[in-house]
């Protein structure tokens, strides 16, 4: 049968077609029963009443009727724009690279100086030092970087850390800090294995590794091999390609869909080349075994030579040395370099030598290539806050005397960090409006800085993910299904692109639909893309409005005013002088000329002016209502609060801060409550999407569990009164939320009988009555345990009905940045950990080296993990933890057209029937279900996420192979005609263990 619960009828149409409506909401349900057990008109009369007293409280606190009223007062004066998107982001560009052009030029004078003070330095064989003569003698002509590391200061504040890494592995860094040692007493940082350092020092490349699987790498020399394996994948990034193959008298591939292909090297393992072209520059195939008794140059003879652009890089694990002139002869023949690793200690040093031949033709070229990394995360400085998220730019310096140069020494890579947070400094906030934000990537697509970036675990402090620095653009801005937005983005086109989308705040349990126009452009000189968001309706609207500076600075000193921690006013980084302004003070010093060299942003200042003079009223209006003992006599109202447009902010306390119920809200640890560089207060944002002249309620989710003693209560102000008008300030209270839910039950117990004897309230034990809100979260119950839960999982047979009957609606949302706990069983068997769906594999995967995270991934030849594995998942047999996965979940939210719903529920033959009603000026539904039926059997309706596994292999290796769309760098320097490569390595020999499939291999790959 078929029902209309959207169609609302106006009062005018008289108490018959009311009666009507009920009919109509009440015969929907097949075999529906009769509701005279709630009468609609009850629900109606309390709902009303609660409606009623609560906005009166939330409008009266909170002053938002004399704020509006104030606004209007402006509004003839002030002047309303369009924002031009597409122009915002090409300025904004512009400016990040200038900044990035400043830390390059920084880079530059550092690379010359070293260069030249190496050019000017005799090296003295006797200075030792308990170390090598080249590492003190390295030690000695860098120290003519101090000067410049203080002068590059001088000019930039904003140039937190210098350093220059060493090719021999000393770091020399500015400002200077005490390393500490772990419980072993060793400082395990090798500068070497940076992404910096290697990007700078060496072009994108294509790796094969070669591991020996015969009978004879077993003990000792398997683990030196696993070791060996896991340093060549420590020593490749984004732009680098790989595979693994293991052979003994047969080849293995790391996956059979992989066969003939290479791997992007993120830190994911996700993208991967169908075409198996790879990086189109450097070519290398890393050889790890124990023993080769031909040399095979006739098969580099024939796919090889003479340009020798693939080279050999053999590594000998073991002791064993004869014969080891054939290994030798393969990487000295083409262009390589050979090592000897008979310990785990050499492993590192051995490893890293193959960096600096493959930087050789960039040395000889003399090409200074500037370098950015991807973003990473890093706990220099950010001890007492958590790691920060940080860019690098990086610089390679070269040895230019004579008698070296075609060799093509790499003396080192210079670098300075760039915290992301120094980025969205310069976006200018209050043209992004309340929903809008600015996000940039690089040129694989990967995210550099989005609101939406999640690099740390949120459950368990401050601990970062294990691919954090490789979450790509479309796992965010997840509804561009073709990837249009991303593509664009990377191929570093300019342009513009919308859609539709469902933005979650609030910790993810809420959603809010919206339609988003992007625009993006490219920032020259740099690998990255920046992209501006700016949601349709206020959001792409702008004003200014002009008060006097005097009248606007008065205000703006009073003590109720605060300013947008993260935003940027004054730029008070330029210089030193600055730095210990405030931006009320910087303001202040800039209008009134006493400092002339500080840089202001003149718009916002002027409009954060004229939000002070417009907001001020409402300081005295606050304090009026605090001092007035008749008001707020059982202090249920603890705070009065407001922002505007452009992160000014005023609050009142009507309690002594002691006696706040929830001390965190509008503080540093309310990340969502109070306004930062990449969004709007939660507060704000949700109550500009409400119609204007309603409040929004919600219980505030605090980091770990609900905060069940707080209610917020806030309304957005409008400047006109059409969709165009931006939403210049939102205001709100917070109340007590047992104060809250006194107002609730004094409303339900109301009726309109003459005695005052009501037949019906929610005291009575026959029915069950909460409070909701337009998520569906329950800010009153009976059962107080219920406060703060989804209704859905309260009562699962109601919410089913309401979803059915339109009532709410659910939203399908998906979090490629999720974190799954997962249980590692009590087996010892290594078998479980191949299998790609076990939760154990993701456990293991974050505890063990980067190379078995790879191997057991990807279920490599079981040799790899056998005993390592086995060991790794003993130690974590029946425990928990937290892995990276992909999840669906769902959000809900009600339908607006809808006031009010009644219906039945049949449960085993039992009519249950309910009421829900919405309140008045709010968001807020009064549900009123009867409890004479028993409807446990019914399931509940959860927002629990839900893993997504690709279970069918033939999909799943489709979706391996697929590559997004990425940009190679420009800059490519695989060969030099001048270069000499007869440094490639010591003479050793061999123990003779010849796999008989390594030449058929050798001739596949050289092929290729």
């Given at each position: 049968?078929r ?9 005018s ?5 009311f ?5 109509v909401?009440?015969a929907?349900?097949?075999g ?10 009850v ?8 409606g009623g ?8 606190y909170s002053?938002s009727?004399l ?5 209007k ?10 924002i031009?998107g597409?122009k ?9 690279e200038?900044?990035f052009h ?15 003070a190496?050019?000017q330095?005799e090296?003295?064989?006797d200075l030792q ?6 590492i ?9 970087l ?5 002068d590059n200061?001088?000019?930039d ?7 220059f890494?060493s090719?021999?592995g ?6 200077g ?11 395990a ?10 990007q700078?020092?060496?072009?994108p490349?294509?790796?094969v590794?070669l ?20 340093s ?16 003994n ?5 790391v996956?059979p ?8 090297a ?7 080349n169908?075409?198996?072209r790879g990086?189109?520059c ?10 080769a008794?031909?040399m ?15 080279r ?8 064993e ?6 290994l030798?002869?393969m990487a000295c023949?083409?262009k ?5 690793i008979?310990?785990l200690?050499?492993?590192?040093e ?6 600096h ?8 070229d ?6 950015w ?5 890093d706990?220099?400085?950010g001890?007492?806050n958590g790691?920060?998220?940080?860019t690098?730019?990086?610089m390679p310096?070269f040895?230019?005397?004579?008698q ?8 080192g ?5 760039i ?12 043209k992004?409006?309340?929903h809008?934000?600015?996000?940039s990537i690089?040129n ?6 989005h ?5 740390l675990y ?23 299904k073709?990837h ?7 191929n ?14 609030d ?10 126009d992007?625009?993006?452009t490219?920032?020259?000189?740099t ?8 949601s349709?309706?206020?959001?792409k ?17 009073h003590?109720?005013?605060a300013?947008?921690d993260e935003w940027i ?14 931006q009320?003070?910087?303001?202040k010093?800039?209008l009134?000329?006493?400092?002339p ?5 003149k718009?916002?200042v ?11 009223p409402?300081?005295a209006?606050?304090?009026?209502l ?12 603890e705070?009065?609060?407001l ?6 902010s005023?609050t009142?306390?009507f309690v002594?801060p002691e006696q706040?119920?929830?001390q965190?809200f ?7 409550g109070?306004f ?5 207060p ?9 119609i ?20 917020l209560?806030?309304t957005?102000?409008?400047?006109l009164?059409?969709?165009?008008s ?8 917070q109340?007590k939320?047992e104060f ?8 339900s117990?109301q009726c ?7 037949a019906l ?10 409070l909701?809100?337009n998520?569906?979260?329950?800010l009153?119950a009976?059962?107080?345990?219920q ?5 859905g999982e ?19 949302l ?17 078998n ?15 505890l063990i ?7 057991l991934?990807f279920n490599?030849?079981?040799?790899w ?10 130690r ?5 933890m937290l892995v ?9 939210v ?11 529920i ?11 009603q919405?309140i008045?000026?709010?968001n ?5 279900v ?11 309706v ?6 997504l596994?690709e ?9 391996l ?12 320097h695989?060969y030099?005609?001048d270069e ?7 003479v050793?020999g061999l123990d003779?263990q ?5 030449l ?5 790959l050289?092929?290729?």
């Amino acid at each position: 049968m078929r029902w209309n619960v959207r169609t609302i009828f106006p009062r005018s149409c008289g108490v018959g077609i009311f009666l009507l409506w009920i009919t109509v909401g009440t015969a929907v349900v097949e075999g529906a029963g009769s509701q005279q057990g709630i009468p609609l008109s009850v629900v109606k009369l309390w709902a009303s009443a609660f409606g009623g007293e609560i906005k009166s409280i939330s409008a009266k606190y909170s002053g938002s009727q004399l704020l509006q009223k104030k606004y209007k007062e402006f509004e003839k004066s002030v002047r309303v724009e369009e924002i031009d998107g597409l122009k915002l982001v090409k300025k904004l560009s512009e400016s990040m690279e200038d900044m990035f052009h400043r830390k390059a030029e920084a880079m530059r004078r550092l690379v010359e100086a070293a260069e030249e003070a190496h050019l000017q330095h005799e090296e003295d064989p006797d200075l030792q030092v308990r170390c090598d003569s080249a590492i003190v003698n390295g030690v000695y002509w860098s120290e003519a970087l101090n000067k410049v590391f203080v002068d590059n200061f001088e000019r930039d504040p904003s140039l937190i850390w210098q350093y220059f890494g060493s090719a021999k592995g000393f770091f020399r860094q500015y400002p200077g800090v005490k390393w500490h040692s772990d419980e072993h007493g060793v400082i395990a940082f090798d500068c070497r294995n940076r992404k910096w350092y290697i990007q700078a020092a060496t072009s994108p490349k294509d790796v094969v590794i070669l591991v020996d699987v015969s009978g004879s790498m077993k003990g000792l020399r398997l683990t030196i091999a696993r070791q060996t394996v896991s340093s060549i994948l420590d020593t490749l990034g984004d732009d680098d390609f790989f595979n693994i193959i293991a052979y003994n008298q047969e080849i293995h591939y790391v996956e059979p869909c992989l066969n003939g292909t290479l791997v992007q090297a993120d830190k994911a393992n996700k993208d991967f080349n169908q075409t198996g072209r790879g990086s189109l520059c450097s070519q290398a195939i890393m050889l790890v075994t124990d023993g080769a008794t031909d040399m095979y140059d006739s098969v580099f003879a024939k796919y090889n030579w003479p340009h020798r652009k693939v080279r050999i890089f053999p590594y000998l694990i073991g002791r064993e040395s004869a014969f080891a002139d054939n290994l030798k002869w393969m990487a000295c023949d083409n262009k390589g370099y050979f090592a000897q690793i008979s310990t785990l200690a050499d492993v590192q040093e051995n490893v890293m030598r193959y960096l600096h031949v493959l930087s050789r033709p960039k040395v000889i070229d003399h090409e200074h290539d500037t370098v950015w990394t991807e973003a990473y995360m890093d706990n220099t400085m950010g001890e007492n806050n958590g790691p920060l998220l940080m860019t690098t730019v990086a610089m390679p310096v070269f040895s230019t005397k004579n008698q070296t140069k075609k060799q093509g020494i790499l003396l080192g890579v210079v670098g300075t960090d760039i915290p992301v947070q120094e980025l969205l400094k310069a976006i200018p906030k209050h043209k992004l409006g309340i929903h809008g934000y600015a996000f940039s990537i690089t040129n694989n697509g990967y995210i550099l800085t989005h609101p939406d970036l999640r690099p740390l675990y949120q459950q368990v402090g401050k601990r970062r993910k294990p691919n954090y620095s490789s979450v790509d653009l479309s796992e965010v801005e997840w509804e561009d299904k073709d990837h249009v937005l991303r593509n664009a983005m990377v191929n570093r086109k300019t342009g513009t692109f919308s859609m539709e989308v469902k933005k979650t705040v609030d910790k993810g349990k809420r959603v809010l639909s919206m339609h988003i126009d992007y625009y993006y452009t490219d920032i020259k000189g740099t690998p990255f893309s920046l992209g501006v968001a700016l949601s349709r309706g206020h959001g792409k609207y702008f004003f200014r409005g002009n008060v006097t500076v005097e009248a606007g600075l008065h205000d703006l000193e009073h003590p109720d005013v605060a300013l947008a921690d993260e935003w940027i006013y004054c730029n008070t980084d330029e210089h030193h002088e600055h730095r210990y302004l405030s931006q009320k003070q910087a303001i202040k010093l800039y209008l009134t000329g006493r400092k002339p060299h500080l840089k202001c942003d003149k718009e916002l200042v002027q409009e954060v002016l004229f939000d002070a003079v417009v907001t001020a009223p409402l300081e005295a209006y606050w304090t009026r209502l605090a001092l007035n003992k008749s008001e707020n006599p059982d202090k249920g109202v603890e705070i009065a609060f407001l922002g505007t447009r452009t992160g000014l902010s005023r609050t009142n306390l009507f309690v002594v801060p002691e006696q706040l119920t929830n001390q965190d809200f509008l503080t540093a640890d309310d990340k969502e409550g109070v306004f930062n560089a990449d969004h709007f207060p939660l507060w704000y944002k949700r109550a500009a999407e409400q119609i204007p002249g309603t409040f929004i309620y919600s219980l505030p989710f605090t980091s770990g569990t609900e905060n069940k003693s707080v209610v917020l209560a806030s309304t957005a102000i409008q400047l006109l009164d059409d969709r165009k008008s931006p939403i210049v300030a939102a205001v709100g209270i917070q109340m007590k939320l047992e104060f809250f839910q006194r107002k609730f039950w004094t409303a339900s117990r109301q009726c309109a009988a003459l005695d005052g004897k009501c037949a019906l309230s929610c005291d009575n034990e026959n029915i069950n009555c909460y409070l909701i809100d337009n998520n569906g979260f329950i800010l009153v119950a009976q059962d107080s345990s219920q406060t703060g839960m989804f209704f859905g999982e309260v009562d699962g047979a109601v919410m089913n009905k309401l979803l059915l009957m339109g009532s709410f609606k659910r939203v399908t949302l998906y979090d490629y940045q999720a974190s799954c706990t997962v249980f590692v069983e009590r087996s010892s068997s290594p078998n479980s950990l191949l299998d790609p769906y076990l939760a154990s594999i993701a456990a293991v995967k974050w505890l063990i080296t980067e190379l078995i995270i790879f191997l057991l991934e990807f279920n490599l030849y079981s040799w790899w993990h056998s005993d390592l594995t086995a060991k790794a998942h003993q130690r974590l047999k029946g425990k928990t933890m937290l892995v990276p996965c992909d999840t669906e979940y769902p959000a809900f939210v009600s339908e607006r057209t809808i006031k009010e719903t009644t219906g039945n529920i049949n449960c085993e033959g039992c009519a249950r029937s309910f009421v829900i009603q919405q309140i008045p000026s709010s968001n807020l539904f009064m549900v009123v279900v009867d409890n004479k039926c028993d409807c446990s059997s019914s399931p509940p309706v959860n927002m629990e996420p839900i893993e997504l596994i690709e279970h069918n292999e033939s999909l799943k290796c489709e979706r391996l192979k697929f590559q997004k769309d990425r940009k190679r760098p420009d800059s490519c320097h695989p060969y030099h005609p001048d270069e000499n490569a007869m440094e490639c390595g010591g003479v050793l020999g061999l123990d003779p263990q010849p796999p008989l499939t390594l030449l058929a291999l050798l001739c596949a790959l050289l092929a290729r």
